[in-house]
């Protein structure tokens, strides 16, 4: 079975330095996703970032990267230049090919200004 | 383009009573879901719909059943809500059935169940 654990209940970070979140994974397969998803305290849910199992370079989007180190089953988030904006819940999910999406129990991320 | 749009934002219901939570979706996804959200946890799957037509269930199923109405729409059914229901319910939708797609989610629905 999936299992996602992201191990900081809640993580601090001073505005303009960069934070990572940790996030780690457990699976048989060769082939799946890991995602990351942003819940604001208005709650909707926002899709981050994605990296596949097979991609050799570390997934980055904007001021988002995942670094990825598939031997150790791991998927860290790395924020760069917090911003207070980035204050929120942190969300990581892997998806097994043709298995439905299992989500960790998150970390809330406080930016201090 | 308002992507995945559900109804009601907010509920509040009586033991025993039943209620449909509506999902629509323009996006022209063919997957859609329904998770619901408890304090302290990640989301957890309800049911599933991987392709019109289709209907499976996920990790937590009981107590619900779902209507996949049409390629835009499918809704999530509590037919004697139970206290332990109180939760956040979200619907989601992705591009299809595979691991490299990501799901998009509503704005959630908050459930009390008295």
């Known amino acids: 079975a999936q299992k996602i654990t992201q191990t900081q209940p809640g993580m601090f970070v001073q505005e303009k330095e960069a934070v990572t979140l940790d996030c780690t994974y457990d699976t048989s397969d060769q082939s799946y996703g890991l995602f990351w998803y942003k819940q604001p305290s208005s709650g909707e849910m926002i899709f981050l970032i994605y990296q596949g199992s097979y991609d050799e370079q570390n997934a980055t989007e904007g001021r988002y990267s995942l670094n990825f180190q598939k031997a150790r089953k791991s998927a860290n988030l790395v924020i760069s230049a917090s911003q207070l904006g980035d204050s929120a819940m942190y969300f990581c999910a892997m998806r097994e090919y043709n298995n439905d999406m299992r989500f960790g129990a998150g970390t809330r991320l406080t930016v201090k200004p | 383009n308002a992507g995945v749009t559900q109804t009601p934002k907010f509920q509040v219901l009586k033991t025993g009573q039943s209620m449909t939570l509506q999902c629509a979706q323009d996006?022209?996804?063919?997957?859609m879901y329904w998770y619901r959200q408890d304090p302290g946890m990640g989301l957890r799957l309800i049911y599933y719909?991987?392709?019109?037509?289709?209907?499976d269930k996920g990790e937590v199923p009981n107590g619900y059943n779902v209507s996949r109405l049409n390629k835009r729409e499918f809704s999530l059914r509590l037919e004697s809500a139970a206290p332990s229901q109180t939760s956040v319910y979200f619907c989601a939708s992705s591009g299809g059935w595979f691991s490299n797609q990501p799901q998009h989610f509503g704005d959630g629905t908050r459930l009390s169940i008295l």
């Open positions: 719909s991987a392709s019109e037509g289709t209907t």
């Open positions: 996006m022209n996804h063919n997957s």
